[in-house]
C-alpha cells in the first residue's frame, strides 16, 4: 500500500508563485515515477509534470517554462514550484505515484490552487 499527501495548495494573485508538496509513504518502490496532474471542472484530468526515482524529468509542453517539479532529498517527497501564476492555471492539482513492476498506481486526494486576476 502506498498513500499520497498533497499540501501547498491555496489562493494566491495572478503573478505570484506557490510551491505544491507531495509525501509518498508506505511501500515504496526503489523504481518509481512520480507527477503532477491538474484537473478544472469539465475537462480531463492532464499532465503538469513527471519525475522518475532517478531524477529524469518530463513536462507537458504546455507547462514548460513555470512549472518545475524536483524530488526532494527524501526521495518519498516530490514538489511543484509554479511561477508567474494565471487565472487559467486555477485547478486541483493532483499527486500521483506509478510503480510499473507492481502494475500500482495511487492518486492524491488533490489540492485546490485558485489564482485570482
Known amino acids: 500500500q502506498v498513500q499520497l499527501v498533497e499540501s501547498g495548495g491555496g489562493l494566491v494573485q495572478a503573478g505570484g508563485s506557490l510551491r505544491l508538496s507531495c509525501v509518498a509513504s508506505?511501500?515504496?518502490?526503489?523504481?518509481?515515477?512520480m507527477a503532477w496532474y491538474r484537473q478544472t471542472p469539465g475537462r480531463q484530468r492532464e499532465l503538469v509534470a513527471a519525475?522518475?526515482?532517478?531524477?529524469?524529468?518530463n513536462y507537458a509542453d504546455s507547462m514548460k517554462g513555470r512549472f518545475t517539479i524536483s524530488r526532494g532529498d527524501d526521495a518519498n517527497r516530490v514538489s511543484l514550484q509554479i511561477n508567474s501564476l494565471k487565472p487559467e492555471d486555477t485547478a486541483v492539482y493532483y499527486c500521483?505515484?506509478?510503480?510499473?513492476?507492481?502494475?500500482?498506481?495511487?492518486w492524491g486526494q488533490g489540492t485546490l490552487v485558485t489564482v485570482s486576476s
Open positions: 508506505g511501500s515504496i518502490a526503489l523504481i518509481n515515477v
Open positions: 500521483n505515484y506509478k510503480d510499473e513492476y507492481r502494475n500500482l498506481e495511487v
Open positions: 519525475i522518475t526515482s532517478g531524477g529524469t524529468t
